[in-house]
C-alpha cells in the first residue's frame, strides 16, 4: 500500500524560556507527516490546522516550570495550543472525516496527529467566524464565562475591574458583566485599547495603566466606594492595590498573571491580611474544569453575537509562519483583541 | 437618690502601636463608675468582668490601621475585647440582673457600662469552666468550627495543616479535623506546644517552625502529597511555603496572619500565580458572620467536652494588672493554648 506523505511547517521550541521571549526562541522547522492514520493507532484524528490561538498563558508553559499542573512545552517539539482544525481522518468513534472540531491539542503546525483526544469539541453552528472558535466560542469566552459567572458569584448593581480588558478574555468579561447589570471598569495598556474598552465593548468606564504613576490612586479615582469583583488577568503590583480597594465580601477570580510571567522573581503581595477583615475570597481557575457548561454557554453566547449584544475584537495574522511574532505581539500587548494565526481558510 | 459610686481599674492604651508592642504602649488607671445604669440610658448592660480574653488581633487594633472593617483602639481609652461577665443592672430586654453573659464589648477593667449591646450571648450551660466562654465555647471556638467547615469544605481523608496550632483557635481546628477524619499536621513555636499537639490533641504531626530553616522543606516532609487544606493564622512566609505544596483544589482559610502583625512592611507573597493552575480558594473570614450557627455548634462541642472528645488547653492570668504582660506573652508566643486573664472567679 503507498503511503501519502506530505510536507508539514512546524513552530518548534528551540529552548526553555527564561525570562524575556524572543523571536529566536521559536523556529519554523519543515517535517513530513502521513495522511492516513497509521496502522493499529486506534482512537486518533487526524488534523489540518486552520486557526491557531496564541494564549499568554503559552509562555508560561514555555519555561521550566515547577507547577505539575501546567504541562511544560520542551524544547525540541512543536508548540501545542487550541486551535480549530478540520478531520482528514479518524479511528475515534466520536468524530468523522470532514468534521470541524476544536481544542487544546493543535499543534503549531499544518497538520497534527492527536493520539489521545481530549477536550475535542465539534462545531456545529458555522453561522459565525470559524475563528471564534479560538475566541468567544471557545477556550476564551468559556473562560469568561465561567471565570465571572461561576468564580466571582456576581450580583447586579455590583462593581466590576476587569484588567487586560482588551484581551480574549478581557473583552468578554466586561461585557458579561454589563449585560448582567454591574458597574464595570476595564484597565488596558494604550489609548487605542481603552477607546474600544469604552466606544465598543460599552465598558462604564476605563484607564491606560502604563499612564498611571499609582495604582492605588487610579483605582480610588475609578471606584469612589471600592470594588465588589476583581478579574485579574494581570497579578503583581496591580493585585495588590485592587486588595487596598475591595469592598468587604469582595471576590477576586484570577484568571491568570500576566504580569508576572517573565520576572525571574515574581512581585510581591504585601496585603493579603486585608483579606481577614475584608472577608475576601481569592480563587485561581481552570476553565477546563468548567467544560461540562459548553452547551449552555453557547445557547447564551451564539443568540448574543448574531444579535450584535456581544461583539468581540480578534487580532488575525496569516499564516503559520507569523505565528512567532505574533506570541512576541501578545507578550509585549501589541495585540488588539484575541491573537489568532490563519494557518489555512479552509 | 444616692448613687452608688465605686472604684474601677483599667487598663489604657497610651499610644499607637507602631511596630513592636512594649509593657510601656499599656497602662494601669483607677477611675470610678456607677453601679446603677444612669436615667435615661435605655437597652444598656451594666457587668462585672470575670474573664478577658488576650487574642493576636488585639495587637493590629492597637495600632493605627488602614482597615475601616477593624476598629482602631484609641489611645487614652481602655482595651475592649472579648470577655465573660456577670449583669449587675440591665435596661436592655433581653439581660437581666444575675445573668452571665459573654462578648466582644468587655473592657479591660472591672466594671463595664454596655451601651449598645450586639453579639452578647448568654450563658445557659454551667457545668463547664466559665473561661471556657472566651475560648472553646466563644469567639476561639466559634473562629475555629466557622473556619474548618464552613470555608475549608473538609472531605474526609483530606489532607489538613495549621499555624499556630497551639494556640486558641488552632488546637481546636486540629481536633475538629481529626474528628472529622482528616490527616492532621500543625506547627507551634515551641518543643512544649508541639509535645502537646501530638500528645494531647491527637494531631497526627507536628513541627517547631522556630528549628526549620526552611519551610518548603518541612512541609513536604510532612506532606509527601501535598496539602489540602491550610488554616492560616500566620500568614507571610509560611503561607508562601504552603502554596508551593498545596494540591488541587486546596483550600485556605485566612483567619490571621499574627507573623505579619508587627512589621512595618508585611512581607510579600512571591507565589500567587499557583492559585491559578491549582485552582485554589483562599478565603478570609471573620467569624461574627457565623455567630448564627452558634446553637449548632454548642449542641456538637458541649457533650464532645463533657466527654473528654475535645480537650481545651487555656493559660490563665491572675488579676487585671496581669493583662499587659499577659497581652505581651501572647505576641511573643510565651502562652501555651487559650490566654485568659481572670478578673474575678465570681
Given at each position: 500500500?503507498?503511503?501519502?506523505?506530505?510536507?508539514?511547517?512546524?513552530?518548534?521550541?528551540?529552548?526553555?524560556?527564561?525570562?524575556?521571549?524572543?523571536?529566536?526562541?521559536?523556529?519554523?522547522?519543515?517535517?513530513?507527516?502521513?495522511?492516513?492514520?497509521?496502522?493499529?493507532?486506534?482512537?486518533?484524528?487526524?488534523?489540518?490546522?486552520?486557526?491557531?490561538?496564541?494564549?499568554?498563558?503559552?509562555?508560561?508553559?514555555?519555561?521550566?516550570?515547577?507547577?505539575?499542573?501546567?504541562?511544560?512545552?520542551?524544547?525540541?517539539?512543536?508548540?501545542?495550543?487550541?486551535?480549530?482544525?478540520?478531520?482528514?481522518?479518524?479511528?475515534?468513534?466520536?468524530?468523522?472525516?470532514?468534521?470541524?472540531?476544536?481544542?487544546?491539542?493543535?499543534?503549531?503546525?499544518?497538520?497534527?496527529?492527536?493520539?489521545?483526544?481530549?477536550?475535542?469539541?465539534?462545531?456545529?453552528?458555522?453561522?459565525?467566524?470559524?475563528?471564534?472558535?479560538?475566541?468567544?466560542?471557545?477556550?476564551?469566552?468559556?473562560?469568561?464565562?465561567?471565570?465571572?459567572?461561576?468564580?466571582?458569584?456576581?450580583?447586579?448593581?455590583?462593581?466590576?475591574?476587569?484588567?487586560?480588558?482588551?484581551?480574549?478574555?478581557?473583552?468578554?468579561?466586561?461585557?458579561?458583566?454589563?449585560?448582567?447589570?454591574?458597574?464595570?471598569?476595564?484597565?488596558?495598556?494604550?489609548?487605542?485599547?481603552?477607546?474600544?474598552?469604552?466606544?465598543?465593548?460599552?465598558?462604564?468606564?476605563?484607564?491606560?495603566?502604563?499612564?498611571?504613576?499609582?495604582?492605588?490612586?487610579?483605582?480610588?479615582?475609578?471606584?469612589?466606594?471600592?470594588?465588589?469583583?476583581?478579574?485579574?488577568?494581570?497579578?503583581?503590583?496591580?493585585?495588590?492595590?485592587v486588595i487596598n480597594n475591595m469592598r468587604v465580601h469582595g471576590?477576586?477570580?484570577?484568571?491568570?498573571?500576566?504580569?508576572?510571567?517573565?520576572?525571574?522573581?515574581?512581585?510581591?503581595?504585601?496585603?493579603?491580611?486585608?483579606?481577614?477583615?475584608?472577608?475576601?475570597?481569592?480563587?485561581?481557575?481552570?476553565?477546563?474544569?468548567?467544560?461540562?457548561?459548553?452547551?449552555?454557554?453557547?445557547?447564551?453566547?451564539?443568540?448574543?453575537?448574531?444579535?450584535?449584544?456581544?461583539?468581540?475584537?480578534?487580532?488575525?495574522?496569516?499564516?503559520?509562519?507569523?505565528?512567532?511574532?505574533?506570541?512576541?505581539?501578545?507578550?509585549?500587548?501589541?495585540?488588539?483583541?484575541?491573537?489568532?494565526?490563519?494557518?489555512?481558510?479552509?
Amino acid at each position: 500500500m503507498e503511503v501519502d506523505m506530505v510536507m508539514n511547517k512546524q513552530i518548534v521550541l528551540n529552548n526553555y524560556v527564561n525570562g524575556s521571549l524572543k523571536e529566536s526562541d521559536l523556529s519554523l522547522r519543515t517535517s513530513t507527516i502521513c495522511m492516513e492514520i497509521p496502522h493499529g493507532c486506534n482512537g486518533a484524528v487526524l488534523v489540518k490546522n486552520l486557526y491557531l490561538s496564541v494564549n499568554p498563558y503559552l509562555i508560561l508553559r514555555m519555561g521550566k516550570l515547577d507547577i505539575p499542573q501546567f504541562d511544560s512545552i520542551l524544547p525540541g517539539s512543536t508548540i501545542v495550543s487550541y486551535g480549530v482544525s478540520k478531520v482528514l481522518d479518524s479511528t475515534h468513534p466520536s468524530y468523522e472525516k470532514g468534521e470541524l472540531i476544536w481544542g487544546s491539542q493543535a499543534g503549531w503546525e499544518e497538520y497534527t496527529l492527536i493520539q489521545n483526544p481530549y477536550n475535542l469539541f465539534k462545531i456545529q453552528d458555522k453561522d459565525v467566524p470559524l475563528s471564534y472558535y479560538v475566541g468567544i466560542l471557545g477556550m476564551p469566552g468559556m473562560t469568561a464565562y465561567a471565570g465571572f459567572f461561576e468564580i466571582c458569584s456576581p450580583k447586579k448593581g455590583e462593581t466590576v475591574f476587569v484588567t487586560a480588558a482588551a484581551g480574549s478574555v478581557g473583552q468578554l468579561v466586561g461585557q458579561f458583566a454589563k449585560m448582567f447589570g454591574c458597574y464595570v471598569v476595564g484597565s488596558a495598556g494604550s489609548k487605542e485599547k481603552v477607546d474600544l474598552l469604552k466606544n465598543k465593548f460599552g465598558f462604564d468606564d476605563a484607564f491606560n495603566y502604563k499612564e498611571e504613576s499609582d495604582y492605588d490612586t487610579a483605582l480610588k479615582r475609578h471606584f469612589p466606594e471600592g470594588i465588589d469583583i476583581y478579574f485579574d488577568n494581570v497579578g503583581g503590583k496591580m493585585l495588590e492595590a485592587v486588595i487596598n480597594n475591595m469592598r468587604v465580601h469582595g471576590r477576586i477570580a484570577v484568571c491568570g498573571m500576566v504580569s508576572q510571567y517573565s520576572l525571574k522573581q515574581p512581585e510581591g503581595v504585601h496585603n493579603l491580611l486585608k483579606l481577614v477583615p475584608k472577608q475576601i475570597r481569592m480563587q485561581g481557575f481552570v476553565v477546563v474544569d468548567y467544560y461540562h457548561l459548553y452547551p449552555k454557554f453557547l445557547e447564551m453566547v451564539l443568540p448574543c453575537i448574531k444579535e450584535g449584544k456581544v461583539i468581540y475584537v480578534e487580532d488575525i495574522s496569516e499564516g503559520l509562519e507569523s505565528a512567532p511574532s505574533a506570541l512576541l505581539g501578545v507578550y509585549v500587548g501589541r495585540n488588539i483583541g484575541n491573537q489568532v494565526v490563519a494557518v489555512s481558510r479552509e
